[in-house]
């Protein structure tokens, strides 16, 4: 028989989204056993017990990226984080799960590019992770693998394009929401073809023919939809202050409507396109693209906040600089993505705890709670309580750590954060009940963490939405519904 594990986290703050208290933590077997004083009587000292002393720290659920892209075959490349390295750079951060997409090509199966991510990514990862789905085409077979996955496989969140025309892109037609991530792509497709014709060809053209209206009015249309059909919307990397906008006035308007900024619109701007330094400027590239207002990171920050703004991913997907060299003659051709796993909770509290935006409660809620009620992880992730898993991070406020392509961990060879210096620094991560990493030494293999499927039917997003059903009629008649009666969790853009 294999040997308890037990761990003691003593004297830190237990922090959760509704409370913070000076606690003990117990975990047994990757559980939460015990939270508060004394969790075990006096002198007693269970064989193999590991004591973590966090005096002074704060002790915090493990930070839940909503947002990878793992060895992401895009563009005409692959994204060079893959699920080992990117995972470990997750546990570097604190963040102890990350939630992916499997996207398949227009006319294939979503199944098969479940299957396909999960043997990609089940060997590999070194914390939990999850998978989003993506919808790129629309077809009976789409909607009965829809109901397969949500029903069989644990998946209850389904990304639609509403750009990359011709590659991911859904139209209207095909059903309702069904349409690509929230940037108008025949829009996009038009002011790249602009700028080319006027000789713009390097980075800064990326962002030029694709402004923020063209995010906003993309956002307003998924919004309209969703809400004309009674259907929760999730709308991924909101990146401008016009589509915050939308988000925050739908949620005021009583729409089941959810926005995820991501660490770098969090953290950085668009200002970079126009760098003298080209592959400075293209390792800044990514859809929708980072604005070059720069008060845009603060708007943002003051909608997560305030709940405008929900959660927040990172959108990692990164490239190296060979890589982006493909597009050196004609900006549509840099692959989109930038860095952030590894770096998302450090901006965010350096960004909104640090600067007296949000407090220590807050920065949890946006950075792992709200995820988790709205994907249907919580209680189980999300929380530090009896019975949530073990998903833990002792993290210092008071010090800081200097952001470096050099230090980090991940595997791409640039940092659009380099040489920010954040204070919040994650001394210890503990996932699945194991100290994965501490003080710069990882102690994970491949294939520790594990698949968490989620199940349909959220009561944080679903309550709402069903009792709407019950009580207004309905526009029954439109396909998009079908992501209704299938019981998918959430749509997210
Ligand atoms: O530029 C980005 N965001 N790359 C990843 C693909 C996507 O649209 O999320
Ligand atoms: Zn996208
Ligand atoms: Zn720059
Ligand atoms: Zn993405």
């Not at 992401?72 to 992916?100: C, E, N, Q, W, Y």
């Not at 997907?317 to 003659?329: E, H, I, R, V």
Request: proline share 4%; hydrophobic share 40%.
């Amino acid at each position: 028989m294999a040997a308890r594990s037990l761990l003691l986290i003593r004297g830190g703050c237990v922090v959760n989204d509704d409370s913070s208290q000076e606690a003990d933590v117990l975990v047994e077997d990757g559980v939460v056993q015990a939270v508060g004083r004394h969790v075990l009587p006096p002198g007693d000292a269970p064989a193999g017990l590991r004591v973590l002393d966090a005096a002074g720290k704060l002790v915090l659920p493990g930070g839940i990226d909503t947002h990878t892209h793992m060895q992401f075959p895009f563009m005409g490349s692959r994204s060079v984080d893959d699920f080992h390295l990117g995972t470990k750079a997750a546990l570097a951060g604190g963040t102890t799960m990350i939630m992916d997409f499997a996207i398949p090509h227009k006319g294939h199966s979503l199944i098969e590019a479940f299957d396909t991510w999960r043997s990609w990514a089940d060997p590999k990862v070194c914390c939990d992770y999850s998978l989003h789905v993506a919808v790129t085409w629309w077809s009976d077979q789409v909607k009965e693998e829809m109901k397969i996955l949500t029903q069989d496989k644990g998946v209850n969140s389904f990304k639609m394009f509403m750009a990359y025309k011709d590659v991911y892109m859904v139209r209207d037609e095909i059903g309702a929401i069904a349409q690509v991530h929230a940037e108008n792509g025949d829009l996009v497709a038009e002011g790249a073809k602009k700028m080319l014709a006027l000789g713009i060809t390097g980075p800064e053209g990326h962002e030029l023919s694709r402004p923020e209206a063209v995010e906003a009015e993309a956002t307003l249309r998924a919004v309209t939809i969703a809400s004309a059909v009674n259907c929760p919307l999730y709308v991924v990397h909101v990146m401008s202050k016009s589509a915050a906008k939308v988000v925050a006035d739908a949620r005021r308007d009583g729409k089941v409507v959810y926005g995820e900024p991501i660490a770098a619109g969090l953290g950085t701007d668009g200002t970079h396109h126009w760098d003298k330094e080209w592959l400075h400027a293209a390792h800044h590239v990514m859809g929708p693209p980072l604005r070059p207002d720069p008060s845009t990171p603060d708007f943002l920050m003051n909608l997560l906040a305030n709940d405008d703004l929900t959660t927040t991913g990172s959108d990692n997907c990164t490239f190296n600089s060979c890589q982006k060299a493909l597009g050196k003659d004609d900006f549509t051709k840099i692959p989109n993505g930038v860095n952030g796993v590894e770096d998302r909770m450090s901006i965010i509290w350096e960004k909104g705890v640090h600067s007296g935006k949000m407090d220590e409660n807050r920065f949890v809620a946006v950075t792992s709670t709200n995820a988790a009620k709205i994907f249907n992880l919580y209680p189980r992730k999300g929380r530090i309580a009896v019975g949530s898993d073990a998903d833990i991070v002792i993290w210092d406020p008071k010090a800081t750590r200097t952001i470096s392509a050099k230090t980090h961990h991940q595997a791409v060879n640039f940092n659009i954060f380099e040489g920010m210096v954040c204070h919040g620094v994650p001394v210890v991560t503990i996932s699945r009940g194991k100290v994965a990493y501490e003080a710069g030494v990882f102690s994970v293999s491949a294939g520790d963490g594990k698949f968490i499927p989620r199940k349909p039917f959220a009561e944080y997003v679903y309550k709402r939405i069903k009792q709407r059903d019950q009580v207004s009629l309905g526009l029954q008649g439109l396909d998009c519904h079908v992501l209704l009666d299938v019981g998918a969790g959430i749509i997210t853009y």
